[in-house]
């Protein structure tokens, strides 16, 4: 059974980085494309940036666009997401998934992690 595992999450003040990182174990690993999601406090979950396991295209939301970079590491079957310029709304608990297509629509993903707090403190 593959499962999906993020760290890194943590308190960074505001104009900080943290780095996410989320490994894939299990057997059989053969999603084409990762995902980071997050989750802030009364709110839903939104999209905030994917990769192609194959070319490393990416895509990131608008409100991380030049902050926030998406990398793979294939070898290790792991995916990071480098956060810059950290911003308190960017609090929130960070999801990584795995699906078949790269986008931003939730139902792309069929496998997702447990999920990583974030907390940004201005």
């Known amino acids: 059974q593959v499962q999906l595992v993020e760290s890194g999450g943590g308190l960074a003040q505001a104009g900080g980085s943290l780095r996410l990182s989320c490994a894939a174990s299990?057997?059989?690993?053969?999603?084409?494309?990762m995902g980071w999601f997050r989750q802030a406090p009364g709110k839903e979950r939104e999209f905030v940036a994917t990769?192609?396991?194959?070319?490393?295209?990416?895509y990131y939301a608008e409100s991380v666009k030049g902050r926030f970079t998406i990398s793979r590491d294939n070898a290790k079957n792991t995916v990071y997401l480098q956060m810059n310029s950290l911003k308190s709304e960017d609090t929130a608990v960070y999801y990584c998934?795995?699906?078949?297509?790269?986008?931003?629509?939730?139902?792309?993903?069929?496998?997702w992690g447990q999920g990583t707090q974030v907390t940004v403190s201005s």
């Open positions: 299990g057997r059989t690993f053969t999603s084409s494309a």
């Open positions: 990769i192609w396991w194959t070319g490393g295209n990416t």
């Open positions: 998934a795995a699906g078949a297509i790269a986008g931003s629509s939730e139902r792309l993903y069929n496998l």
